[in-house]
């Protein structure tokens, strides 16, 4: 049992980890240091995220109006695919964050899915369903007053940077130590576990445990210990990105917006100072300088000094996440692009699953084995969901689009699933069977499926009734609802002690 945990790598994966271990165990218990190069710094991207991260500001006993000012955050109720599937009909469709709300509609919402299937014409628009979709479509928050009895689901927008220095300094206050070195070897005991992290100054950082939280370098797992990476290249093709920030808006919008473009989609983020905007694209389909003129032609500044950042990225995870006495966390252990803002999802995932073993009292190989079962299926099931959105496309405008739709290289699960929804089967009994609902819910799937438009022909002979968007008033329930919520923009200056 560790009494000693390093964290090398002092990026958001490291100070969550730092944080969430100093909220868990006193100083006698563990004590935990965090080593991080001055010089290399931080990726810096990885600005939206899921509900998953309302979890863990919870868990660290941190409020929405303590960070969120601090770190230009907004609110993100959901996330709208635009130009995914213009063959179907869809210019875009917003994919919710669930809601309590969403219990009354959400039958109407599946049902309506299966009789689309069969071949009749009903609502399936994901955004008529969903509390989330209408209130992000409306421009309003989260925020609900207290006559209103149902939680919103949400996550945020965030500038990375001041997310680290915020955790940062969150961590030092409560206890964590920090030191800001660089590490250029490291010294292993004889059985090959890792005994020290030697620095560039000369100093020698002992523990019985370490995190490899050093990013894409992954320092201690893969160039340590020679731990492979499993490459998801050949069914996710994308491999780079060029980010560039735009100025921002009085009224940011609360959701993500994923563009597709000629050879891959083009992010939005709405924070309170800026928008952050990123080409997430496949090198094998297009150069890295026509990616940058395509995304400053779509944002409109091909004129502008600003520069665009070039980045590359390693799409796939580690053989292992826990190996030896160390632990990889963040982009050290995996990356599955950003389409969902699942990263920071799987880095809180892993250190939740990390804190339960070792709470269980005894570090054997097969709690480890373990603990590398569940965090490699966990990456598998969001890649799945990630490879689905890249399948379902419609688009003819390049071959890029065309390769993705035409990708066999799909997990017996994802072939499971689209087989349960193309011959009309029940899609939620399929979830459960795989018992995928911790992934993605059965809600979840079916938004992705209709909000591209995935259904087959409509039948000749339309016997019109059967629409329970319709029969349950399901628009007048939704719009009454949202009349409980305010302005996006209110909730964010109210998150200020003295707004404006
Ligand atoms: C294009 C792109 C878009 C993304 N979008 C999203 C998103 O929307 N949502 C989301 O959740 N995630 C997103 N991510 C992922 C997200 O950026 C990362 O998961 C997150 O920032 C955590 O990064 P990290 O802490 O693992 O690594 P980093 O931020 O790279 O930190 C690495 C740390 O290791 C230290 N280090 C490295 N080598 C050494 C050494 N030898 N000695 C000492 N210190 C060392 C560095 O100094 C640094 O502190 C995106 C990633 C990319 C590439």
């Not at 940062?168 to 090959?192: A, C, F, P, W, Y």
Request: net charge negative.
């Amino acid at each position: 049992m560790p009494k000693k945990i390093v964290i090398l790598g002092g990026g958001t994966a490291g100070w969550m980890a730092a944080n969430l271990f100093v909220r868990k165990w006193t100083a006698e218990q563990v004590s935990v240091t965090l080593v991080e190069s001055p010089d290399i710094g931080i990726i810096g991207v990885g600005e939206g995220s899921t509900p998953f991260l309302e979890r863990f500001f919870k868990l660290i006993d941190v409020d929405d109006a303590e960070w969120m000012p601090r770190c230009d955050a907004t609110y993100k109720l959901s996330i709208r695919f635009a130009g995914w599937s213009p063959a179907s009909g869809i210019d875009d469709y917003s994919h919710p964050f669930l809601s309590q709300v969403d219990h009354f509609t959400e039958r109407a919402f599946v049902t309506n899915c299966r009789t689309r299937r069969l071949g009749l014409d009903v609502h399936t628009h994901p955004d008529d369903f969903f509390i989330n979709g209408l209130l992000a479509n409306e421009g309003k928050g989260p925020h609900t007053p207290d006559s209103f009895p149902f939680i919103v689901g949400y996550g945020y927008h965030f500038n990375a940077g001041l997310l680290g220095e915020y955790l940062g300094e969150l961590g030092v206050s409560r206890g964590v130590t920090h030191l800001q070195t660089k590490i250029d070897d490291v010294e292993q005991h004889e059985d090959g576990s890792l005994a020290a992290l030697l620095s560039d100054s000369g100093e020698r950082i002992e523990a019985d445990f370490f995190v490899d939280c050093t990013g894409f370098a992954s320092v201690l797992m893969q160039k340590t210990l020679g731990v492979k990476f499993e490459s998801f290249k050949s069914n996710l093709f994308n491999d780079s990105a060029v980010v560039m920030p735009t100025p921002g808006s009085d009224s940011p919008r609360p959701e993500t917006v994923s563009y597709a473009m000629s050879n891959g989609w083009c992010w939005k983020i709405p924070l309170t100072t800026r928008y952050g905007n990123g080409y997430v694209y496949s090198s094998d389909f297009i150069s890295a300088d026509d990616a940058e003129t395509e995304l400053r032609t779509f944002l409109g500044t091909l004129d502008s000094d600003e520069s665009a950042r070039h980045l590359r990225m390693n799409v796939g995870q580690l053989e292992r996440h826990w190996e030896k006495n160390c632990l990889a966390l963040g982009l050290s252990q995996g990356f599955i692009e950003p389409l969902e803002a699942t990263a920071l999802l799987l880095v809180q995932i892993a250190i939740e699953v990390f804190i339960s073993s070792y709470e269980q009292g005894e570090f054997t190989n097969k709690l480890c084995d373990e603990y590398n079962a569940k965090i490699h299926e966990r990456f598998e099931r969001v890649r799945d969901y990630i490879v689905a959105h890249y399948k379902l496309n419609t688009r003819d405008d390049s071959e890029y689009w065309k390769a993705n739709r035409e990708n066999m290289q799909l997990s017996d699960s994802l072939r499971h699933i689209l087989d349960a929804w193309y011959r009309r089967k029940d899609l939620t009994e399929e979830v459960q069977r795989q018992n995928l609902e911790s992934h993605f819910t059965s809600l979840s799937w079916h938004c992705l499926l209709a909000g591209y438009g995935a259904f087959p022909a409509l039948a000749k002979d339309q016997p019109g009734t059967g629409d329970r968007y319709l029969q349950e008033n399901v628009q007048r329930f939704l719009s009454r609802c949202a009349l409980n919520f305010s302005p996006h923009r209110d909730n964010l200056a109210s998150l200020h002690p003295n707004p404006g």
